[in-house]
């Protein structure tokens, strides 16, 4: 079941203005006649309890809370100040309290705004676009334009003592209006986030229909703003778009409106009422409610409402149809409201269900690369676009961290980043920048700290590893956050305590100095050794050699606990002799088994080897390619059928992080996916007479039924590299089976 983190609160239950596509007033639901204006202190007080009982019981490290209404700011800057104060009272012991605002920004005023500067609260604004596009709906209840007041708004919430405030637009889709025209007009105001949310409809009250004949007229619309929003370099976060580049590339849905994630989501109306979410309030009279009060209820029984659940079900809780559907990871079945009819309630694609689809397919055909990759044949090659993506993160992380022009950037973040620049335009020091950016658990490191603020000793490790490799002259100095300095590649010193460092590289190591320690601290090492004099606290990586080939045994990365299987704790030395010993053992015998298969241009070898936990296996993890989780109880006879399986699999998935195989949600990058692992697992074994026990010979029939489907399915499906991949693949099953067909 998954734990409610947001909640939606009516603080006001009347509004200042007349949308005539309002849910709350103009739809089926007017449950809102019958509820207080204003919410009481009583009524405030109670869902604070509840909510922080219920963030207690479930250790939530957040909880948001979205001030709503109606219209908030009609509560006034009074009564607005001890809501804020009465969520915070209660539930800051608690947990990290996250408060919000939903406004139409035409009450933002001094007062108003100097309250949600002093509570933190974030405030997004609705506005359809631009003038027109905003007066076909957004109308005050005198019928005159809202549109200059609601712009003064947003004008003194980016003042600069607001700003920080201003979390984004949203815009409800009116396909009579220009898609590009509206999409410029937001921009203009500079907001952090669109979003574009589909008027509310369901089959028995449909969406007004388009301008032209098309079938799928809001999608039409939404691409058009894509492709601006593209031209404009992605200028700001578009939730709608976000989301669906992030479903189709295999992350996490970043809407209710689309994708398959669990709501999270309760609303309290002024009455105390625990409700469903506010766009049911489309559906019918009564949708969202529950029978649920914070007088007498908690969160947990809401949690536990069929309703709830319905809509935290995953692909079980969309239709057969949906089911059936490519792009249902990317849609999720569209809104849970828009799927109602009278005839089979909830038991529906969505209204938009054309559109949708036009939509996500339109986006997948815009961001895919159809030319043949050269890494899929060269090494090399492949090497170079790994690199080059950890290379374009730490671009854009630097980006990040400088924020608006004319912001102060973070001063170790900035010495950090210009000794970079320094030590990479140098020839003879690029390279080992290379070396540290190529080790599977930098890009792990930097991805863990993509969404937080700047950390300077992220960047400040990886470039004094640079430097050491280099053995060349840096100087920097930045607040560590650990008792241990981990180098990327070099390995591990034991610090003090966590405080301020400062250190420095030449030809002879590395020197130390932190604020809790006594004077310099010298590291003398060889970064290709395994050995290192001069300081007991530092612990170096162990580089296993063998037969001319050895990854580096990394026991100590603070990003290392990466593996389905929880990482060992940093061995002792007697511990790290034994792995040591064993991994020996391990290749040995693979090499004995298996000659050659290093050279497999099929096989990506792992060039870091980590220690997991007994009884973990062999076993790829969440990092870049090149590494290698191998429990410290591991069998060899199960290291050598593991290993080359699992090569496959991860030069499978550093091809996909650099190029294109497949229309991105498409099916064929399914099948691509089913039948290399099913070639990759008859890998070195023989064939019984007996092809109906035989697992080889069934696994090969496997194979032979993705390569099939795949080449059943339309030509574009395929890019120019995953055409090629395919080719392969029949190549190869046409070796193993000696057959031709």
């Not at 969406?207 to 894509?226: C, H, K, N, Q, V």
């Not at 060269?378 to 854009?396: N, P, S």
């Not at 900035?414 to 599977?440: F, I, K, M, N, Y």
């Not at 050598?640 to 550093?654: D, K, N």
Request: glycine share 8%; charged share 25%.
């Amino acid at each position: 079941m998954t734990q409610i983190q947001e909640l939606v609160l009516k603080i006001h239950s009347r509004c200042n203005i007349a949308c005539d596509h309002c849910y709350m007033y103009e739809l089926a639901d007017q449950s809102w006649k019958s509820r207080p204006t204003v919410i009481s202190e009583d009524t405030v007080t109670h869902v604070a309890q509840r909510l922080s009982s219920y963030a207690e019981t479930h250790r939530l490290d957040c909880v948001s809370v979205i001030l709503h209404g109606g219209e908030p700011l009609l509560v006034g800057p009074g009564r607005l100040r001890h809501i804020c104060a009465e969520l915070t009272r209660i539930l800051s012991p608690v947990t990290t309290v996250d408060l919000r605002m939903h406004t139409n920004g035409m009450l933002l005023h001094g007062p108003q705004l100097e309250v949600l500067r002093e509570f933190d609260v974030k405030v997004g604004i609705s506005l359809d676009g631009d003038r027109a596009a905003n007066d076909r709906h957004r109308l005050d209840r005198r019928g005159r334009s809202s549109y200059d007041k609601v712009l003064a708004g947003i004008e003194r919430l980016c003042a600069p003592e607001y700003r920080h405030l201003y979390t984004g637009l949203l815009c409800t889709v009116d396909i009579k209006n220009d898609p590009v025209a509206v999409h410029d007009a937001l921009t203009a105001l500079a907001p952090p986030r669109i979003d574009y949310l589909l008027p509310h409809s369901t089959w028995d009250s449909p969406p007004p229909p388009g301008i032209t004949d098309s079938p799928t007229p809001y999608a039409e619309w939404l691409l058009r703003i894509f492709d601006r929003w593209e031209e404009q370099g992605r200028p700001m976060k578009v939730r709608t778009f976000d989301s669906v580049l992030s479903t189709l590339r295999g992350g996490p849905s970043l809407t209710e409106a689309m994708g398959l994630a669990p709501s999270d989501l309760a609303v309290v109306e002024t009455d105390g009422t625990i409700e469903q979410a506010d766009s049911l309030k489309a559906a019918y009279d009564g949708a969202p409610a529950t029978g649920y009060d914070v007088f007498r209820h908690g969160f947990e029984e809401y949690a536990r409402h069929p309703g709830v659940q319905a809509r935290q079900s995953g692909i079980e809780g969309v239709s057969e149809t949906c089911r059936r559907c490519p792009v249902v990871e990317s849609c999720g079945g569209g809104l849970y409201a828009h799927r109602y009819s009278t005839e089979r309630g909830f038991g529906n694609p969505s209204v938009f269900c054309a559109d949708l689809r036009a939509f996500v397919e339109g986006v997948a055909e815009r961001i895919t690369e159809r030319a043949l990759a050269p890494a899929l044949h060269d090494g090399d090659e492949l090497a170079f676009a790994q690199i080059k993506l950890t290379r374009d993160l730490l671009m854009l992380m630097n980006d990040r961290a400088a924020g608006d022009p004319g912001s102060a950037l973070d001063p170790d973040w900035a010495g950090a980043w210009q000794a970079l620049l320094r030590l990479d335009a140098d020839d003879s020091t690029a390279p080992e920048l290379d070396a540290v950016l190529s080790h599977p658990y930098t890009r792990t490191a930097v991805r863990h700290a993509w969404d937080g603020p700047p950390q300077p000793a992220l960047l400040a490790t990886l470039v004094v590893a640079m430097a050491a490799r280099a053995q060349a002259g840096a100087a920097l100095t930045w607040e560590h956050p650990a008792a241990w300095l981990h180098l990327p590649t070099l390995g591990t010193l034991e610090l003090p305590g966590p405080g301020r460092v400062e250190v420095t590289t030449d030809a002879d190591g590395i020197l130390v100095r932190h604020t809790g320690g006594e004077g310099w601290e010298r590291v003398l090492f060889d970064a290709e050794a395994d050995s290192s004099t001069g300081n007991s606290r530092w612990r170096p990586v162990q580089l296993l050699s063998l037969s001319g080939h050895g990854p580096l045994i990394d026991d100590a990365h603070p990003f290392r606990d990466c593996f389905p299987f929880p990482a060992a704790e940093p061995l002792d030395l007697g511990e790290r002799d034994g792995f040591r010993g064993l991994l020996e053992r391990c290749y040995a015998l693979l090499d004995e088994r298996l000659p050659g298969w290093r050279g497999d241009p099929r096989v990506l070898v792992a060039t870091t080897v980590t220690p997991l936990s007994k009884g973990a296996g062999v076993q790829l993890g969440r990092h870049a390619p090149g590494a290698l989780g191998v429990a410290v109880d591991a069998e060899p006879e199960d290291f050598v059928r593991q290993v080359p399986r699992l090569g496959r699999r991860a030069r499978l998935a550093a091809l996909r992080d650099t190029t294109e195989l497949a229309v991105p949600g498409s099916r064929a990058g399914r099948l691509l996916d089913e039948a290399s692992e099913a070639l990759a697992s008859v890998s070195g074994e023989s064939t019984s007479r007996n092809p109906d026990t035989d697992g080889r010979a069934v696994t090969l029939k496997e194979a032979h039924r993705a390569l099939t489907e795949l080449a059943a399915l339309p030509e574009r499906q395929l890019t120019g590299t995953g055409a090629a991949l395919a080719v392969r693949l029949w190549d190869e099953w046409r070796e193993r089976t000696g057959r031709r067909d």
